[in-house]
């Protein structure tokens, strides 16, 4: 059973159109995140999720528009796409333990997006 | 706010011998958890270790250990007997308050056979 799961895995599209990520978890936890992770490898914080609730809103372009519809969902919908959001976007979720220990994110598989 | 330093972005091993990647993290936060995570050419991200702030004992899991500093704010990874299978990009992480976790810029390691 996959514990992170984030589809389509590779998505090719054209500037200016629509294209949405969706992921899911299975875990159980209370948080959800979307990263991306540039050409250079490095990775940045895009949103963050609790329950539903939006606690981290980076600055992403209004472009990019986090919805999460219960807590074991939160989906990624970008408009018009430009070349430079070719990237690759992770999900990934956590669970905050007693006394507020964080014991790590679970990542999806990653979404390599190529705008063309 | 928080950074983390990875200052050496590719590092090369034999198989079988020991290395050492480097990480140091700047914070004025005093309870915060440091991570490593692998990403193989797969591209999954894979937790290696954790080690809490509070706590002075180093983490181990199997081959991997860590050398926390905390005064030094220094955190890193150290990789016994090599396997080719280790070979991957490495990210130190800083968790602090806000549960965002925090990455460095990548050490890419090569194991050589």
């Known amino acids: 059973d996959t514990a992170v799961s984030q589809t389509p895995k590779y998505l090719v599209t054209q500037m200016g159109n629509d294209k949405s990520i969706k992921c899911e978890q299975n875990l159980g936890h209370d948080t959800m995140y979307w990263y991306k992770q540039d050409s250079k490898k490095f990775l940045k914080i895009m949103f963050s999720?609790?329950?539903?609730?939006?606690?981290i809103n980076e600055t992403v372009p209004n472009r990019f528009s986090p919805k999460s519809p219960d807590k074991a969902h939160l989906n990624l919908h970008i408009n018009s796409l430009e070349l430079g959001d070719s990237a690759v976007y992770f999900c990934?979720?956590?669970?905050?333990?007693?006394?507020?220990?964080?014991?790590?994110?679970?990542f999806g598989s990653g979404t390599r997006l190529t705008v063309v | 706010a928080q950074t983390v330093t990875q200052s050496q972005p590719e590092m090369s091993v034999q198989e079988a011998e020991t290395v050492t990647l480097s990480c140091t993290y700047d914070t004025s936060e005093s309870d915060y958890y440091l991570f490593w995570y692998k990403q193989p050419p797969s591209r999954q991200m894979i937790l290696v270790i954790r080690?809490?702030?509070?706590?002075?004992q180093n983490a181990t899991e199997n081959r991997f250990s860590v050398n926390f500093q905390k005064a030094a704010k220094s955190f890193s990874l150290k990789i016994s007997d090599s396997q080719l299978g280790d070979a991957a990009m490495y990210f130190c992480?800083?968790?602090?308050?806000?549960?965002?976790?925090?990455f460095g810029t990548g050490t890419l390691l090569a194991v050589q056979p």
């Open positions: 999720y609790n329950n539903k609730e939006l606690i």
């Open positions: 080690q809490e702030a509070y706590k002075q």
């Open positions: 992480a800083f968790g602090g308050a806000t549960n965002k976790l925090i």
């Open positions: 990934a979720s956590s669970q905050v333990g007693e006394g507020g220990g964080l014991y790590g994110y679970t």
